[in-house]
């Protein structure tokens, strides 16, 4: 899919088919996380896949009761792990970078799936410490973002966008 089309065919899917995602699939939107750019290439966040049943249910209670999280046959947990970027960054690399970096590999994934004809939507209302025990994260890992991935169950609702008059400054 060319990049252009891609993004325009990213939408939020909230109702997924019970197909599978199929391994060679999550392998390249796990690629293209990789290569997401990041603070110092220190990639300061882990990913956590939660395919299980057991563990989806439990992810999706922690989701504020969110159904769709369970539906979906597998669900990428980003994480930043700001211990990466103390170092090199102090508190701005621990507070803001390490966010920064697990948000931006978790766009590329987003992107990476619907290039590939698979349905992604962002979660970001959750119980971090519930998230954390799910996945069976330390303490000093910080759950950023969960998305859901799978083959979308009929068509999203689409909603309008502003228009770049509105969102964009000059300056």
């Given at each position: 899919?060319e990049f252009?089309?891609?993004v325009?065919?990213r939408h939020?899917?909230?109702?997924?088919?019970?197909l599978p995602?199929?391994?060679?699939?999550l392998?390249?939107?796990?690629?293209?996380?990789?290569l997401?750019?990041s603070?110092?290439?220190?990639q300061?966040?882990?990913?956590?896949?939660?395919t299980?049943?057991?563990?989806?249910?439990?992810?999706a209670k922690?989701?504020?009761a969110?159904?769709?999280?369970?539906?979906?046959?597998?669900?990428?947990?980003?994480?930043?792990?700001?211990?990466?970027?103390?170092?090199q960054?102090?508190?701005?690399?621990?507070s803001l970078?390490?966010?920064?970096?697990?948000t931006i590999?978790?766009?590329?994934a987003?992107?990476?799936?619907t290039a590939?004809?698979?349905?992604?939507?962002?979660v970001?209302?959750?119980?971090?410490d519930?998230?954390r025990?799910?996945?069976?994260?330390?303490?000093?890992i910080?759950?950023?973002?969960?998305l859901?991935?799978?083959?979308a169950?009929g068509?999203?609702e689409l909603?309008a966008?502003?228009?770049?008059?509105?969102?964009?400054?000059?300056?």
């Amino acid at each position: 899919m060319e990049f252009f089309e891609t993004v325009r065919q990213r939408h939020s899917i909230r109702n997924y088919s019970s197909l599978p995602v199929e391994r060679e699939k999550l392998d390249r939107i796990l690629e293209a996380a990789n290569l997401a750019p990041s603070a110092a290439n220190l990639q300061s966040y882990e990913i956590y896949v939660v395919t299980q049943v057991r563990q989806r249910a439990a992810l999706a209670k922690a989701a504020c009761a969110q159904g769709f999280v369970l539906v979906a046959p597998v669900s990428l947990v980003f994480c930043a792990n700001p211990v990466r970027l103390v170092d090199q960054y102090g508190e701005r690399g621990q507070s803001l970078y390490a966010i920064q970096d697990a948000t931006i590999a978790c766009a590329y994934a987003q992107l990476a799936a619907t290039a590939q004809g698979l349905g992604t939507v962002w979660v970001g209302a959750f119980d971090p410490d519930a998230v954390r025990e799910v996945v069976g994260a330390p303490k000093e890992i910080q759950p950023v973002a969960i998305l859901p991935i799978g083959y979308a169950e009929g068509a999203p609702e689409l909603r309008a966008r502003r228009p770049l008059e509105d969102l964009v400054h000059k300056v």
